[in-house]
């Protein structure tokens, strides 16, 4: 089943697709959402007038007004904090962090409040919030525009955690988020805004145009939280991954030949546990692959969950293939980076064994 | 929508409906401008209280605008620092050395040498001048646009640049963004990318200093839309409760990145007004005028040193160019600001300053420029020997792994071995130079 069926036998694709960079799908969905719910509304440091530093919300502040898409004060505790209070408003409120490695200010907001919300007033008040922020490295942005916090997002409960790795997914995660009544952290991959990466940093980008999950359909369409995308199918193994990385796996195992069983996790939080245990079971090999530090990484979640639940499946351990526990050098960028040759030897490893 | 309180409260009752303001700048691209409505003050016309007064005297100087040097180029009124002509030659120097700096390190940038750059063009005396008004051992906290402290406090250039293009030369090991300089000799802190982070940390080093009965004082420098952060209102909070020998340095450029002064709340009042709400004492200055940008931080430095207390200084400039390398500003802002800033060019108007006084010319001036930018020129070359970004002559792949902690964990140590079998790997015959 290849990525295009996928899509045009989703009932919900019922119009002409297109192709767009990740940056135009954002750009579109909430656009979409903006013009759909009355509620929704976007604020965070430049996306007003400018349109954001990358571009994601070019446009819109001039086509819904200034009071449903604008700049903010440049303090994320204060983004976060009155994105609460929009909430508990019935406002739904979609706040940018410029850089995820820039959220930290907030994360009292986010983690004691926006989170615990729901919770600790039995219903009563809701966070439905969707904060968009980009991560992940890869373009020379040194420790503080590179980082992948998404496990100190994961381990917190009341919060879901999505990350799309294509533009055709990012439109449709970005609006099913929007719509979700729980506070999402919606990580965007920067590094794979204008075009996929293979990881081999040396070849030219391969702009998104040409590749084939940048058809996005016209219009409102949904891809339901905690559901994950088989990129490719396969019997070797099975490789567990999301964001960027699930490029640079996909290209790493056709360097190499290996029929892998891709899997696109979407959402960390929900987890698709379905998915990934048919895949492993089916395969009895599972390599895990994120950018992000390894040490109680999400990848040491879901090496506990494959352990714990496909055991008796497992031809051989559970390897993880991660970014190393350093802060993200600039100059050794692609040393650091989770490349080809890490994952290469990894796959090698895992079908030894 | 479902599961949400409902929305709208009773709409068409007789009670006012209420609306969102959403601040707006007077000019987008296109416009022509016009800044008259900015408070230019009278060089001389403001008040020089004593340093060790109570800060509610200063209270009246944070709407004020200190102004020293006047439209006929002389120094004016009881803030004239009354420099020397070597010191203000001196000052001068710095300033053209920081922008023939400037100039070659955004050049670099574009000719792809290194991934990213930041002036600070026009803002010059905000960082020089106060410096210069600093003892060389009272410690800095400076945030990314204050490459003139260093260039004051003599670090070499050769060093700035091995850090700008992240090669083996960089003694922070190519590990920074470029310009995120730290020396730790020039009691120049190590600078963060998060911002105002490094203001209740120059609070610290101030009550520390203070608690070891020490004699230096710290100051900090930070843009004004980052006081928009939590972190700068601890630092005031903290520097207020424990009366700090440290000055809070507000470079107010107008801008930040595409976000005027508007969105840290510049329509409501000043940014040194926020001293008065501490209890501490503020002044405003006029941040291209350096004799006034010394003679306030001066000001600050002799009361914190006189346990009179921390100053918060609002520095009242323009960011005369792009945020960085990465910005266009013409997206955004009109033009035609910089030209019409009511303030002129620090450096213009030191030079023209010196000149009045008969201590300079505009021959001698050229030759600075020439030698600034040979000096630039030079240590460019020098520091190209170690290495651009991305060309291979960078620090060893262990040394990515050092720092971290103290010492090496074991899981550290595992994972440089596997960056080192990596490197072999993909460069069987050695790193290509
Ligand atoms: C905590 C944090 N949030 C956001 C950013 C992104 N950012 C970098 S510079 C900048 C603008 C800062 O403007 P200002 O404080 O006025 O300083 P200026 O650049 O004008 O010197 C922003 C939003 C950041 N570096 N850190
Ligand atoms: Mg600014």
Not at chain 1, 217 to 245: C, D, F, N, S
Not at chain 2, 363 to 375: G, K, Q, V
Request: with cysteine.
């Amino acid at each position: 089943m290849s990525v295009q069926e996928t899509a045009s036998s989703d009932p919900l694709v019922t119009e002409e697709t297109r192709r767009l960079n990740m940056i135009e799908a954002i750009n579109e969905a909430l656009d979409i959402m903006l013009a759909r719910d009355p509620d929704v509304i976007i604020m965070g440091e430049d996306v007003g007038y400018f349109g954001g530093v990358f571009r994601a919300t070019a446009g819109l502040q001039e086509k819904h007004g200034k009071t449903r898409v604008f700049d903010t004060p440049i303090s994320e505790c204060g983004i976060i904090g009155v994105a609460v209070g929009m909430g508990a408003y019935g406002l739904r409120p979609v706040p940018e962090i410029q850089f995820a490695d820039y959220i930290y200010p907030g994360l009292d907001q986010l983690i004691s409040e926006a989170a615990r919300l729901r919770y600790r007033s039995a219903g009563e008040y809701i966070a439905p919030m969707t904060v968009r922020s980009p991560f992940g490295g890869g373009i020379f942005g040194g420790q503080t525009h590179s980082q992948s916090p998404e496990a100190i997002f994961a381990h917190v409960s009341g919060l879901k955690t999505v990350i799309p790795s294509t533009p055709h997914d990012a439109k449709g995660l970005l609006i099913a988020a929007i719509e979700d009544n729980d506070p999402v952290i919606f990580f965007e991959p920067k590094r794979i805004y204008n075009g996929p990466f293979s990881g081999y940093y040396d070849k030219p980008v391969e702009p998104w145009k040409k590749h084939r999950d940048s058809k996005v359909p016209e219009g409102y369409y949904k891809i339901p939280l905690g559901k994950a995308r088989i990129v490719q199918e396969g019997e070797a193994m099975t490789v567990l991954t999301y964001g960027t990385m699930v490029h640079v796996a996909e290209a790493v195992c056709a360097a190499k030949g290996v029929d892998a069983e891709i899997l696109d996790l979407r959402t960390l939080v929900p987890l698709d546990i379905e998915a990934i245990e048919k895949s492993v079971k089916k395969t009895g090999r599972c390599l895990i692959v994120h950018e992000a530090t390894r040490t109680a990484g999400f990848g040491a979640e879901l090496s506990a969950l494959v352990t714990e639940r496909c055991f008796y499946h497992l031809e051989a351990p559970v390897d993880r293939v991660t970014g190393f526990d350093t802060p993200y050098p600039h100059s050794l960028e692609w040393a650091y980076f989770p490349g080809p040759v890490r994952i290469g030897e990894a796959i090698d490893k895992l079908l030894k064994d | 929508m479902a599961d949400r309180p409902e929305g709208t409260a009773a709409q068409g009752s007789n009670k006012p409906v209420l609306s969102l303001h959403v601040p707006e700048p007077k000019y987008r691209p296109g416009d022509t401008v016009d800044f008259s409505h900015i408070g230019v003050t009278r060089p001389g016309d403001q008040p020089r209280p004593d340093e060790v007064c109570h800060a509610s005297e200063t209270a009246p100087l944070t709407l004020d605008l200190v102004r020293v040097l006047g439209d006929d180029n002389k120094a004016h009124g009881p803030w004239d620092p009354k420099l020397d002509p070597e010191t203000l030659r001196q000052m001068l120097r710095h300033f053209a050395m920081v922008r023939a700096f400037d100039a070659r390190m955004y050049r670099g940038q574009r000719q792809g040498k290194t991934s990213f750059y930041m002036k600070c063009t026009g803002e010059e005396a905000t960082s020089i001048s106060a410096a210069m008004a600093l003892a060389s051992d009272d410690m800095v906290f400076p945030s990314y646009r204050q490459q003139g402290i260093l260039i004051a406090r003599g670090y070499s250039l050769v060093e700035m640049i091995n850090q700008i293009y992240s090669n083996r030369g960089d003694k922070l090991k190519g590990r920074q963004l470029p310009i995120m300089y730290s020396s730790r000799e020039h009691s120049f802190f190590s600078i963060s990318g998060n911002l105002a982070t490094q203001t209740p940390q120059a609070v610290g080093w101030a009550m520390a200093s203070a608690i070891k009965g020490d004699s230096r004082i710290a100051a900090t420098w930070v843009g004004e839309g980052s006081t928009a952060e939590g972190d700068f209102h601890s630092a005031c909070t903290f520097a207020a409760v424990y009366n700090a020998p440290v000055i809070l340095n507000v470079v107010n450029n107008q801008w930040a990145i595409s976000s005027f002064s508007g969105f840290a709340g510049a329509e409501r009042t000043t940014f040194a007004a926020r001293a008065v709400g501490y209890g501490i004492a503020g002044i405003r200055v006029d941040g291209n005028d350096p004799l006034a940008v010394y003679a306030a931080e001066r000001w600050a430095a002799n009361r914190a040193r006189a346990n009179a207390g921390p100053t918060l200084i609002e520095h009242f400039t323009y960011r005369a160019e792009g945020h960085s390398t990465s910005d266009d500003p013409s997206q955004y802002r009109s033009a035609h600001e910089s030209d019409e800033w009511p303030l002129g060019d620090p450096v213009n108007r030191l030079k023209k300053h010196l000149i009045a006084l008969g201590e300079w010319d505009e021959e001698r001036h050229a030759a600075m420029d020439l030698a600034c930018a040979e000096e630039v020129k030079a240590a460019t070359k020098e520091a190209e020997k170690n290495g651009i970004l991305g060309h291979g002559l960078h620090h060893p792949f262990a040394t990515m792994f050092e720092d971290v902690f103290e010492e090496l964990p074991w899981h550290l140590v595992e994972q440089s071995k596997q960056a080192i079998h990596e490197r072999e790997v993909k460069f069987p015959e050695g790193r290509p130079k």
